[in-house]
């Protein structure tokens, strides 16, 4: 089908930028209607300082062949998460997939700092961003999306539950909170499965999201000229790639396969068979494990 997800209604929570960003088009790409959430809009940014807006996202769902509204929605504040919901049923009485990709944490924790040396006021921050944001839009949201069959949520973190079980994951608090949010896919697929509903964890790989492409001083069109310095950022991935996963997954009459579990984008482009822009399968969680936790040379051949 040319827009599987025609008739469907999606939330993206967290869709300013990255890999919300990503999911958000390709969910406008199959059809569907998209509210996309953030705190920057184009009257006032957050303590990110950027300039992505939902309102772009919003459009660029639009123009992808969705609908994409934009709600600007602090997912701290449960009377707004609540609000936001009751504006969802009200125009569209119905939610058929929820996307938690919350996170506005890339200024708040240290690398490698121990939490006794870690500052706490960050720390807590960051997980109070990352995951008390996820639980109280599921609290809200999932009434909606439960009052038909055959509802989504995806969880997004950073990293398979295989691989974070047994690798430290930059700080104390960044692990805990991906790890919480890879427990939150268990957990929900836990409660929403007898209702007829599917939760999932699901990690892109290394994104190629604006703030890394800033971080690394080039663009979409001239990423590999980090790979000067960076030999592995080769297995990097855009993310519409991520958001190929989340349409393909969306778009699955059998898509309950996968409750509870723990996915990724470059496992399931196996499965689904969908692609990056540049026509290539990254495979990140894959290669880091085989070839640069390994300290082997950077070498995608059989890896995208």
């Known amino acids: 089908m040319d827009k599987p997800l025609r008739d469907k209604v999606a939330l993206v929570a967290g869709a300013t930028r990255g890999a919300g960003r990503g999911i958000a088009v390709e969910l406008g790409a199959a059809g569907a209607t998209v509210y996309v959430t953030g705190r920057t809009t184009r009257e006032r940014r957050s303590e990110y300082d950027r300039p992505e807006t939902i309102e772009d996202t919003a459009d660029l769902v639009t123009r992808a062949g969705g609908v994409g509204v934009a709600v600007p929605t602090d997912h701290l504040e449960p009377a707004r998460v609540r609000a936001l919901v009751e504006r969802i049923d009200a125009e569209q009485g119905r939610l058929d997939v ?75 608090f960044y692990d805990l909170a991906k790890a919480s949010v890879l427990r939150m896919g268990f957990s929900l697929g836990h409660e929403l499965g007898p209702h007829g509903a599917t939760a999932v964890a699901l990690t892109p790989g290394w994104l190629r999201s604006e703030m890394m ?92």
């Open 213 to 304: 492409l800033e971080h690394f001083g080039v663009t979409e069109d001239t990423w590999r000229d980090a790979l000067e310095k960076v030999p592995h950022f080769a297995i990097s991935e855009t993310p519409r790639y991520v958001g190929r996963a989340v349409a393909a997954l969306a778009s699955d009459p059998d898509v309950a396969r996968f409750n509870g579990q723990s996915l990724s984008s470059g496992g399931l482009a196996q499965v689904y068979g969908f692609t990056d822009l540049d026509g290539s399968r990254p495979d990140a969680w894959r290669y880091l494990v085989e070839v640069a936790d390994r300290g082997g040379p950077a070498d995608t051949t059989g890896y995208r």
């Open 98 to 172: 929820l996307v938690n990709d919350i996170w506005g944490g890339e200024h708040l924790f240290a690398w490698e700092a121990p939490v006794w040396e870690h500052d706490l006021d960050k720390g807590l921050r960051l997980l109070r961003l990352a995951v008390e944001t996820h639980a109280i839009t599921s609290h809200h949201a999932l009434p909606l999306l439960l009052r038909r069959p055959g509802g989504l949520v995806v969880e997004m973190t950073d990293g398979t539950a295989e691989y974070n079980a047994a690798t430290y994951r930059n700080s104390f």
